[in-house]
């Protein structure tokens, strides 16, 4: 069955990095699109960065563009999001999702915490 | 990127049915079929209810329906269960290649 699994949440101080990861299982990762998706606590969610099949497209909402990559591995089936320049505004949970007509398959979610 | 407009809270009681609207522009919900809808209990990954403005995955109930007129998408739960209590977030495309979700709606079954 379709899992996705992430890992790499953390407390991180204001202005560092972090990269998250999120590995995929029990379909043809290298044939789908996929996103991140973050949800800040007591809040919607916030759609953040979609990756092409092959990745070489990719998009980022406004709110990250410049300091988030989206990036994916397909001979590892693994899809990651490198975050710098982290601001109290970027502390959520982080979500990865397959993209096919809508966000199909959820991961877990993974927290990242902005704090000094 | 401003969100999508839904209403905050919608409720009815069991065996009724709910419709929860979805307000955005000319260039995501009014232009594009890519509309989807989500359900989040708390503390779990949203779950995809209604893709492509009116098409259910395998396994969602045909209690569960999508349209859209307009600049505005809506979902409609009929025959409201307990089990459908919970947060719903609409989503669509929108220009240059982003997607903007709604600001989420509680639904309370009395």
């Known amino acids: 069955q379709v899992q996705l699994v992430q890992s790499g949440g953390a407390l991180v101080k204001p202005g560092g990095s972090l990269t998250l990861s999120c590995a995929a299982s029990?379909?043809?990762?290298?044939?789908?699109?996929m996103s991140w998706i973050r949800q800040a606590p007591g809040k919607g969610l916030e759609w953040i960065s979609y990756?092409?099949?092959?990745?070489?497209?990719?998009y980022y909402a406004d709110s990250v563009r410049g300091r988030f990559t989206v990036s994916r591995d397909n001979a590892k089936n693994s899809l990651h999001l490198q975050l710098n320049s982290l601001g109290g505004e970027d502390t959520a949970v982080y979500f990865c999702?397959?993209?096919?007509?809508?966000?199909?398959?959820w991961g877990q979610g993974t927290l990242v915490t902005v704090s000094s | 990127q401003s969100a999508l407009t839904q209403p905050p809270s919608v409720s009815g009681s069991p065996g009724q049915s709910v419709t929860i609207s979805c307000t955005g522009t000319?260039?995501?919900?009014?232009?594009?079929?890519?509309v989807s809808w989500y359900r989040q209990a708390p503390g779990t990954a949203p779950k995809l209810l209604i893709y492509?403005?009116?098409n259910r995955p395998s396994g969602v109930p045909d209690r569960f329906s999508g349209s859209k007129s307009g600049n505005t998408a809506s979902l409609t739960i009929s025959g409201l269960q307990a089990e459908d209590e919970g947060y719903y977030y609409c989503?669509?495309?929108?220009?240059?290649?982003?997607?903007?979700f709604g600001s989420g709606t509680k639904v309370t079954v009395l």
């Open positions: 999702a397959r993209l096919r007509g809508g966000f199909d398959y």
């Open positions: 029990g379909f043809a990762f290298s044939d789908y699109y």
């Open positions: 990756i092409g099949s092959d990745g070489k497209t990719k």
């Open positions: 000319s260039s995501d919900v009014g232009s594009y079929y890519r």
């Open positions: 492509e403005v009116d």
């Open positions: 989503n669509s495309y929108r220009d240059s290649y982003t997607y903007v």
